[in-house]
């Protein structure tokens, strides 16, 4: 009986964990997969800052250039200008959180905490620096 | 008025609801039968709830769900586009590096009809009625472009011009398709409509308010 009731509460625990950290992606995934599904989509599939909506003419969509060019997440000379908090905080508030462009947009209510950390040590070993 | 004058008239009246009534039954089930022999549900959803948990289970889907489309789209468009088709998404569905040249089936325009009158049936109690002004403004437009960089996945008119994003669907004529309320909906509960998506969640970073500004903007889009 008292093995039943401890099952029954380490149950409740559990449900109760979940039920708090339940913000962001429900399932684990890595930051590279967080990188390839969100990111890419301005930032390019190589992080270069090419991606579909920066340059659509190179996917064949007659567009105009984005007004604002995307980070090169591959370069060390842009990338060192910045710390880890920075990182985080374009991450999470956005372009508008770090007096960058808004294009950028807040992705604090779509990632969790743990998985924007992720990326930002995703995006140190696509620069191969480590900021300032 | 005689007795016999209301009873004619009481009769025609009947008679007229029941051929409104009776026609619109036939459009639905045809519309229903349509979608069932041109297999259009080996690509769209038409059951709610959504059930994606994952990208994986995302990048399985072939095409768009449509088991809220009553209360997304607008019938008009609809009917128009499923006769005569082209590309929402400028990129094919989901992927952010191929352009969507896919041919959608296209209809006749009496299928199209009525599959549309089907479609219209697919509503969410989610997506509230009236709740949207449908209309341009500034206050919208400076969300759209500056305030919250939609533009960066949306593409829309500028002046003659059409400018923004791909990755997200067309918007420069959202007004023809969309239902303001839908988009204010997905805004609000994006979780309901598409759990697992590309676009970042607005929750509580828009406000309530500025939901329905930012959604009557777009649904004014032609």
């Known amino acids: 009986m008292i093995m039943i009731r401890k099952m029954f509460l380490i149950a409740v625990f559990s449900v109760g964990i979940l039920a708090f950290t339940g913000k962001g992606t429900a399932f684990a995934v890595s930051a590279e997969e967080n990188y390839k599904f969100y990111c890419t989509q301005c930032h390019g599939m190589d992080g270069k800052g090419e991606g579909a909506n920066a340059k659509p003419k190179v996917v064949g969509i007659d567009l105009p250039e984005m007004s604002v060019t995307p980070r090169n997440h591959t370069s060390p000379e842009d990338m060192n200008k910045l710390t880890d908090i920075d990182i985080e905080n374009a991450i999470s508030g956005g372009g508008a959180a770090v007096s960058k462009s808004t294009i950028m947009p807040p992705w604090g209510k779509t990632l969790t905490e743990a998985e924007i950390k992720d990326l930002t040590a995703y995006l140190r070993k696509l620069c191969k620096c480590k900021g300032k | ?222």
Request: positive net charge; glycine residues 8%; proline residues 5%.
């Open chain 2, 1 to 222: 008025m005689n007795v016999s004058k209301v009873g004619q008239l009481m009769a025609s009246l009947s008679l007229t609801v029941f051929v409104v009534v009776f026609s619109w039954n036939i459009s639905y089930a045809d519309g229903k039968g349509i979608f069932a022999s041109k297999n259009c549900g080996s690509c769209h959803q038409i059951q709610g709830p959504a059930a994606e948990k994952t990208f994986e289970d995302q990048q399985k889907k072939k095409g768009p769900e449509l088991w809220y489309a009553g209360s997304k789209f607008k019938k008009e468009w609809l009917g128009e586009w499923l006769a005569n088709p082209t590309a929402i998404r400028l990129l094919k569905y989901n992927s952010v590096t191929e352009k969507n040249t896919e041919k959608h089936p296209a209809l006749s325009k009496k299928e199209a009809d009525e599959v549309a009158d089907y479609l219209m049936m697919l509503t969410a109690k989610e997506v509230p009625v009236g709740a949207v002004t449908e209309a341009v403004n500034p206050q919208g437009k400076n969300m759209f472009q500056k305030k919250y960089g939609c533009v960066g996945c949306h593409s829309i008119k500028a002046g003659a011009q059409k400018v923004g994003g791909v990755s997200g669907p067309d918007l420069s004529d959202a007004g023809k398709r969309l239902k303001g309320d839908w988009v204010y909906a997905y805004l609000k509960e994006p979780k309901v409509f598409k759990p697992v998506k590309r676009m970042p969640i607005f929750v509580s970073i828009i406000n309530d308010n500025e939901m329905k500004t930012l959604a009557g903007f777009v649904a004014a889009q032609k």
